[in-house]
């Protein structure tokens, strides 16, 4: 059975980079039709789709998002990462890591989703 | 730029016929959106229930079904059950963009 599991700081300060790495078990994250991307969700708000790569490298992001959003990918460690740069207390959320089918909106698995928090 | 909608909430008694609905503020949703529904349940990551407009996910029952209506995606939900009360998200595929409706409350 497949399993993603997020890490990293759960306490960011404001204008600092969030950072979290996602680590795949059960599975292999060096497969076709797969991406592997990121989504968060503020509290008692809906969920917003961040970004997602390949296991060649190749990225997508969410055109809000852009200029702050760098996602990468370390096959050997079957691990992929999420930087999220100037951070305010807008960027506070559960972040969670994702399976996406390339070809369909499928998120298939999904990672616990711990809440980041963006404060001094 | 453009927004995909969804009802805040909606209502069901048990037993009950539901459809959830997901739109875009500007144009016709279509199966070139691949429109997919996730449902989610407060503290738990959302589960995907449908995707590529029709098809169920692993393990979910058949009483999930989705579908295009008129110009929107569309979840009904037919013998609604208790724990069926749960947040509802759709999502489209917008041209290397995945967008997320605001999500349906559904209270059964």
């Known amino acids: 059975q497949l399993q993603l599991q997020e890490s990293g700081p759960q306490l960011v300060k404001p204008s600092e980079t969030l950072s979290l790495t996602c680590s795949v078990s059960?599975?292999?994250?060096?497969?076709?039709?797969?991406?592997w991307g990121w989504i968060r969700q503020p509290p008692g708000k809906g969920l917003e789709w961040i970004g997602s790569?390949?296991?060649?490298?190749?990225?997508y992001y969410n055109p809000s998002l852009k200029s702050r959003v760098s996602v990468s990918i370390d096959t050997s460690k079957k691990q992929f990462s999420l930087n999220l740069s100037s951070v305010t207390a807008a960027d506070t959320a559960a972040y969670f890591c994702?399976?996406?089918?390339?070809?369909?909106?499928?998120?298939?698995?999904w990672g616990q989703g711990p809440l980041v928090t963006v404060s001094s | 730029q453009t927004v995909v909608t969804q009802e805040p909430s909606f209502s069901v008694s048990p037993g009950g016929t539901v459809t959830l609905t997901c739109g875009l503020s500007?144009?016709?949703?279509?199966?070139?959106?691949?429109p997919s529904w996730y449902q989610q349940t407060p503290g738990q990551a959302p589960r995907a229930l449908v995707y590529?407009?029709?098809t169920r996910s692993s393990g979910v029952p058949d009483r999930f079904s989705g579908s295009i209506v008129g110009n929107k995606a569309a979840l009904t939900i037919t013998g609604a059950q208790a724990d069926d009360e749960s947040d509802y998200y759709c999502?489209?595929?917008?041209?290397?963009?995945?967008?997320f409706g605001g999500g349906t409350k559904l209270t059964v």
């Open positions: 999502v489209l595929y917008l041209g290397s963009n995945w967008v």
């Open positions: 590529n407009t029709n």
């Open positions: 790569i390949y296991y060649s490298g190749s990225t």
């Open positions: 059960g599975g292999s994250i060096s497969i076709t039709s797969y991406y």
């Open positions: 500007s144009g016709s949703v279509s199966t070139s959106h691949y």
């Open positions: 994702v399976r996406h089918v390339s070809w369909a909106c499928l998120f298939d698995y």
